[in-house]
């Protein structure tokens, strides 16, 4: 049974948080929770409202992108809003000025926005048109001179993507949802010249240690930099001694590469010596023996 997708629930109850200003009484400028649909009625056949058990042959909402075809699930992928009418920041703000900021920024190509197939709205109450990323229809029925119809590529539905952003972006702009406060400048104002976390040190004593840092670690290893040596067994001047040593260092490694540290007769004398007499024999095959015991009488004879 086709249903409705919790990123789209997350979006209409967003809307409904700011536009619903009264929410105990149902008022003509409010957005009211029966305007914000996305699941539609039983006897509604295709398109994006219905899910996989609802959509009919050729569906547009399924065949005409890849991104639908393959993001099909038993979730609707479309959102309707109503009329309202809302004041603030000395504006009033209303589903055609909404509408109108929403195509923009699909149109500006907005990042937030990049999942919206289709924006089907009226700019003025008697004109109905659509927005359609791949340019297939310019306009709609009648009905969306009252409401307006969002269409969200299936594969975002599937994926659960975050709707949110774009209309929390258009609530901050009219003044419904404050702006996030911008982090205050670091600037070396006399309070933060006495305020460093010890009563005998500036700020320009903490840049001038910075600085010392820097120049130390621009300077050659093999140096003493631009300003004097570090502290004895500070770590600055450990991971200088560290930077000095490592050219002796490569060339240590680089010598004992090239050597065989091999000693094939060491090697057989020491088994040799852990073996009893009878394992040796046993260990011999018959021929070499008989060639090793002629040899022996041989040099015994001689």
């Not at 979006?11 to 400028?29: A, F, G, I």
Request: hydrophobic fraction near 35%; glycine fraction near 8%; charge should be neutral.
């Amino acid at each position: 049974m086709t249903s409705a997708p919790a990123n789209l629930l997350a979006v209409r109850s967003l809307l409904l948080t700011y536009l619903n200003v009264d929410k105990n009484t149902v008022r003509s400028q409010d957005l009211e929770p029966a305007e914000v649909g996305i699941v539609g009625d039983p006897n509604h056949k295709g398109g994006y409202h219905c899910g996989s058990d609802r959509v009919v042959p050729n569906d547009y909402s399924v065949v005409e992108s890849t991104r639908d075809s393959s993001g099909l699930t038993l979730h609707a992928s479309a959102l309707d809003v109503g009329t309202f009418s809302v004041s603030s920041g000395g504006h009033t703000h209303n589903l055609r000025t909404f509408s109108t900021w929403c195509v923009s920024q699909c149109a500006a190509g907005a990042g937030d926005a990049r999942d919206i197939r289709e924006i089907i709205y009226s700019p003025d109450g008697t004109t109905v048109r659509r927005w359609d990323r791949l340019g297939k229809r310019t306009s709609g029925d009648s009905s969306h001179l009252f409401h307006t119809h969002f269409s969200f590529f299936r594969d975002s539905t599937k994926a659960g993507r975050d709707q949110t952003p774009l209309f929390r972006r258009y609530l901050t702009a009219i003044g419904l949802i404050a702006p996030p406060k911008p982090e205050t400048d670091m600037e070396q104002t006399d309070k933060l010249i006495k305020n460093t976390g010890s009563p005998t040190r500036t700020v320009g004593d903490v840049l001038a240690d910075l600085a010392n840092l820097r120049n130390w670690l621009y300077s050659p290893g093999t140096t003493t930099g631009v300003v004097g040596p570090p502290p004895a067994n500070s770590p600055l001047q450990q991971m200088l001694d560290m930077v000095r040593a490592w050219p002796a260092l490569v060339a240590q490694v680089t010598a004992l590469s090239g050597k065989d540290f091999t000693d094939e007769q060491q090697i057989v004398t020491g088994v040799l010596a852990g073996l009893p007499p009878e394992k040796i024999a046993a260990a011999i095959p018959p021929q070499i023996a008989r060639d090793v015991a002629d040899e022996l009488s041989r040099r015994l004879t001689a």
